[in-house]
């Protein structure tokens, strides 16, 4: 089975602090994807990834970066976090265009 | 571009009832199409896939979905539902590129 892990779970963090959201996949997939969900407005996507150091903007890009050193790891950083970056943040992965698979979400929560 | 819409934001049935939520989607060129399933706290689960073939298309848990291309529908469907799948059901096309987009979702309540 596919396995992604997203480090946290719950993550408190203040306006202004740097955040590091971690993504890693055991299943050697090329591409992987970070994604917001918020109510009434479905799955985002923030940006994506389709082998390492490659990246592209998703639909919702600004006050994000991604960074994508290793095939299996895929980190999404909030330069300086906002209010309204609260939200569910889940990544994904798949091979080719292959279904998604998804990690279990990290709720971030800005004060 | 590709779209997704759900047209029920909240779907309520009591067990045991057949339930459908409907999805229609809009893209200029042939589509790949997906339902997946979000239970509370977790991420999304991979329900059925539509790549191509027939348009009638058997997932787990009992769901089923059904292909109309002129009526740019994928509409998701469970005869008989159980409190078990009490959950958000998301609806996603992708063009065969890497890229999904999501509908807004519908989220599902079973009553006894």
């Known amino acids: 089975d596919v396995k992604v892990t997203q480090s946290s779970r719950y993550l408190v963090k203040r306006t202004g602090e740097k955040v590091f959201l971690e993504c890693v996949q055991d299943m050697d997939h090329e591409n992987m994807f970070w994604y917001r969900q918020d109510p009434g407005l479905g799955l985002r996507l923030i940006y994506f990834s389709y082998d390492v150091k490659m990246k592209e903007k998703g639909d919702i890009p600004e006050g994000y970066s991604v960074s994508r050193e290793k095939k299996e790891r895929f980190s999404l950083i909030l330069e300086s976090a906002s209010t309204n970056q609260t939200s569910m943040y889940l990544c994904a992965s798949n091979h080719r265009a292959g279904p998604q698979h998804f990690g279990d979400g990290t709720r971030l929560s800005i004060l | ?112």
């Open chain 2, 1 to 112: 571009a590709q779209s997704v819409t759900q047209l029920d934001s909240q779907v309520p049935v009591f067990e045991e009832a057949p339930v459908e939520l409907r999805c229609n989607y809009s893209s200029s060129v042939s589509v790949y199409l997906f339902w997946y399933v979000q239970y509370p706290n977790q991420g999304l689960q991979l329900l059925l896939k539509y790549l191509s073939g027939s348009t009638l298309v058997k997932g787990i848990n009992g769901f089923e979905a059904e292909f109309n291309k002129s009526q740019t529908s994928f509409h998701l469907r469970k005869p008989s539902v159980h409190i078990s799948d009490t959950a958000e059901y998301f609806c996603a096309v992708s063009d065969g590129a890497q890229k999904l987009v999501f509908g807004q979702g519908t989220r599902l309540t079973i009553n006894p």
